[in-house]
């Protein structure tokens, strides 16, 4: 590391006495949890999964970073608060990160700058990005000791914006902006991330989520044969087409169904008595659930149609679900389908906590790439705040909150010759707790 150092400045006094600050501390570093997401990623194998996907044509003689180290370094980055590849060259010279990589903090090289992780962004072709897709559904599907016998899973996309001439985004007059409309794939149970797929600013079509679901529901049978798979999401992805693939392919399904007058009629008597009983009560709301048998004109076949009634002083609503699961209609609707909500609350940790919204490369397959660098981080944070006792405040905290809490530890590296020994803040307020992290992912590691 260069000596150099700029020159010290004052700081307010404090009890009478000179306050000057400098930025020559040598190896310190402000990321001093970052050694447990070496510890995470170690244990999932990310980067060797995501390296092996990808063809790497440079000659191997004159290699600095192999894939392996990018990718771990830009995941290490995006998890820790860093989200674009310009951090690169602020970080690569950073003592813990150098470490976590898999180099030695003081001695080794640097990691490599902004140019080069940009050129990784836009290497893979088309099949090779849809390889890395695929490796974060076996991933998903490793994660769990055994298969289970039933999953659930939520699909849902999100509008991000774009700033500018990207290819595949579309003005969206519904968010009024020019975006993409990425789906995610995720298991609200475990709050693991099953898939992410760019894709155009607009509502999909019934045979896009036809095919989507095509690739991902074979993906996942690769590993779990048996296993009995339900889908579920909004209105957006109850489509006729995606519902006979799934009726066709033994997959269950439960999706939000859009209103019509046909619809409304079938449930006008059960609504009036609803009104009637709310009025007589007094009461601020007042819910009812009927279930029955429907055939929209698009549709090839009767499907059932469970509908929730909610009468309230301020109005009338009403929602309307179709599926092919059994059970009594508030059931299907309060306990199987409300849970879909909190799918919204993972797309934000993805989105908003950890910045996959950064899809600002040209090429389409670029910023599919980045989407994926982004789930392996997610996977990173996840694995750690999984490390967490249950008894912890932080083991269901949010990735900004962890982040806070166990990355953002000032430390001081000491490299000798035969040990590598890493300071952490006296003051560190979770001290314990960071200690107690390490020993799970370690113990839990190869």
């Keep these: 590391m260069s000596d150099d150092s700029l020159l010290p400045f004052d700081l307010p006094a404090v009890c009478r006495k000179k306050v000057t600050a400098c930025f020559d501390g040598g190896l310190l570093s402000s990321d001093g949890g970052v050694v447990l997401l ?3 990623e170690r244990r999932l194998g990310l980067a060797e999964t995501l390296a092996g996907c990808l063809r790497d044509g440079r000659d191997p003689a004159r290699i600095d970073h192999t894939v392996a180290e990018m ?40 990691l490599c700058s902004q140019p080069t992780m940009s050129r ?23 994660s769990f000791p055994t298969p289970p016998k039933a999953v659930t899973l939520d699909i849902d996309d999100t509008c991000d914006a774009v700033h500018g001439h990207q290819q595949l985004s579309l003005f969206n007059a519904h968010y009024d902006t020019r975006c993409f409309l990425p789906i995610h794939v995720f298991h609200v149970e475990s709050g693991k991330p099953v898939a992410v797929l760019l894709r155009p600013g607009k509502t999909p079509s019934g045979a896009e989520v036809r095919t989507v679901l095509r690739h991902l529901v074979r993906r996942i049978r690769r590993h779990w044969p048996a296993t009995r798979i339900t889908m579920r999401g909004d209105s957006h992805y109850g489509r006729p087409e995606a519902m006979a693939w799934c009726e066709e392919n033994g997959v269950d399904y439960i999706f939000g169904l859009a209103g019509n007058r046909r619809l409304h009629a079938l449930t006008d008597e059960v609504a009036d008595d609803l009104k009637v009983r709310r009025a ?35 109005g009338f609503d009403t929602r309307y679900v179709v599926t092919s699961l059994p059970g009594e209609a508030r059931h299907l609707y309060e306990t199987i389908y409300c849970i879909r909500g909190q799918a919204e609350n993972l797309i934000k940790l993805h989105k908003t906590q950890l910045a996959s919204d950064r899809t600002s490369c040209r090429s389409p397959v670029a910023n599919q790439v980045r989407l994926i660098l982004h789930t392996a981080a997610y996977w990173l944070m996840l694995t750690v705040r999984d490390a967490v006792p249950a008894r912890n405040p932080l083991a269901a905290a949010e990735f900004a909150t962890l982040r806070l809490r166990l990355l953002k530890i000032g430390a001081r590296v000491i490299e000798k010759a035969a040990r590598i020994r890493i300071h ?10 960071f200690r107690a992290v390490a020993g799970r992912l370690n113990a839990a590691g190869p």
Excluded: H, I
């Design 71 to 110: 990718l771990r370094f830009r995941m290490f980055a995006v998890a820790c608060g860093y989200e674009d590849a310009d951090d690169c060259d602020a970080l690569r010279r950073d003592p813990l990160f150098k470490l976590a990589v898999g180099r030695v903090p003081e001695s080794g090289g640097a």
């Design 280 to 314: 007589e009560a007094g009461a601020e709301k007042m819910r009812a659930f009927a279930g029955f048998d429907y055939a929209a004109g698009s549709w090839n076949r009767t499907r059932r149609v469970v509908c929730r009634m909610e009468a309230t002083r301020r």
């Design 120 to 142: 990784l962004e836009n290497t893979p072709s088309r099949a090779q990005a849809a390889r890395m897709t695929a490796a974060l559904v076996d991933m998903f599907c490793r």
């Design 424 to 433: 952490l803040a006296s003051a560190c307020p979770d001290a314990a707790l």
């Design 38 to 40: 070496r510890d995470a």
